[in-house]
Structure formats: structure tokens, C-alpha cells
């Protein structure tokens, strides 16, 4: 029996297999995907955030609203909106 040792992959060769390698034809380079993800993550972000903030409202006192507008942290929190329904 003969055991065959493989060579190890010079540093060289790796870099020079990623340049050869063709890019498939819907295959994007890295910036663009970065790019793409970071604008998805912002619209995402502007488009939960206006429903975070009708949640909290919801349970936000109503005069605390009336007096000092919307925020996203109320001074008290209430429930009687809810109750008002039951």
C-alpha cells in the first residue's frame, strides 16, 4: 500500500483560481450586494417603524398624547382605548 500525500494549495494559486473563475450571468459583485442589502434594511426600518409607533400609541394615555404629542416612549402607559372596546 502506498499513501499519497497531497501537496498543500500555494496562496498564489487560490488568487489566481478566484480571477479565472467567470461570473455566472445574474451574478452580482459584493459591493452591489452590500449595497442592495443596506437599502433594504433602511426601507424595511421606514416602514416598521410607523407601525411600532401606532402600537405604542395605542397604549399611550390619550391626554399624554393630546399635550405632548406622539413618542416612542410615553410617559404612562394606559389601556382604557382597549377597554373602551370591550
Keep these: 500500500m502506498s499513501i499519497q500525500v497531497e501537496q498543500p494549495i500555494s496562496p ?3 488568487v489566481r483560481d478566484r480571477r479565472k473563475r467567470k ?4 451574478e452580482i459583485s459584493n459591493l452591489s450586494n452590500l ?4 437599502f433594504f434594511w433602511i426601507y424595511t426600518g421606514l416602514c416598521v417603524i410607523p407601525l411600532l409607533l401606532v402600537v405604542i400609541v395605542s397604549f ?3 391626554t399624554d398624547v393630546l399635550i405632548k404629542g406622539y413618542s416612542f416612549f410615553p410617559k404612562s402607559l394606559d389601556v382604557a382605548s382597549y377597554a373602551f372596546l370591550l
Design 23 to 26: 461570473k455566472k450571468v445574474n
Design 12 to 14: 498564489d494559486r487560490v
Design 35 to 38: 449595497l442592495i442589502n443596506i
Design 60 to 62: 399611550s394615555d390619550e
